[in-house]
């Protein structure tokens, strides 16, 4: 049997909205808390770094579901800013090309992370802890289930 629903009030269309709406809120609310010393972009993948130590860029793209221009971009400024330093290895002769946060990177990162919990903060007021823990696993399978049949 064919239900119609109207596209607005679709799964899709609710969860491309929410996120996008969230991701503008998240965004401008670091890019004030940090007053343009990293932004939200640059955060993530320091945040990356710190979990998953010494990834390379290619690594980072699929890590981050993201393009290598991106990232690409994104490395360089913390490159220049000083928050992450490439390291070459050449163990076995291959040059292999990773990342690592500077001491200047760990600090910012650490003056970040509350700024980046901040809309976190604010969805706990209306959610419970247990909803967003079970929401997060949902999309988590939701991720890895449109992943797999990529595939």
């Given at each position: 049997?064919?239900?119609?629903?109207?596209?607005v009030?679709?799964?899709?269309?609710?969860?491309?909205?929410?996120?996008?709406?969230?991701y503008?809120y998240?965004k401008k609310?670091?890019a004030?808390?940090?007053k343009?010393k990293?932004?939200l972009?640059?955060?993530?993948?320091?945040?990356?770094l710190?979990?998953?130590p010494?990834?390379n860029?290619r690594?980072?793209?699929k890590?981050?579901?993201?393009d290598?221009?991106?990232v690409g971009?994104f490395?360089?400024?913390?490159?220049?800013?000083k928050?992450?330093?490439?390291?070459k290895?050449?163990s076995?002769?291959?040059?292999?090309?990773y990342?690592?946060?500077t001491r200047t990177g760990?600090?910012i990162?650490?003056?970040?992370?509350?700024?980046?919990?901040?809309?976190?903060?604010?969805?706990?007021k209306f959610?419970?802890?247990?909803?967003?823990?079970?929401f997060t696993k949902?999309?988590?399978?939701?991720?890895?289930?449109?992943?797999s049949?990529?595939?």
């Open positions: 049997m064919y239900s119609k629903v109207n596209f009030n679709s799964l899709l269309f609710q969860l491309e909205t929410s996120v996008r709406i969230f503008g998240v609310s670091f004030d808390h940090m343009n990293i932004s972009d640059e955060f993530i993948i320091l945040d990356t710190v979990y998953y010494h990834l860029k690594t980072l793209t890590v981050l579901l993201r290598e221009d991106y971009k490395l360089e400024k913390l490159k220049k800013k928050y992450i330093n490439e390291v290895s050449n076995c002769d291959i040059q292999v090309r990342y690592e946060l760990e600090k990162y650490e003056d970040s992370i509350y700024a980046s919990t901040e809309a976190l903060r604010i969805l706990l959610i419970s802890e247990n909803e967003l823990l079970a949902t999309l988590l399978k939701i991720k890895n289930i449109t992943l049949l990529q595939l």
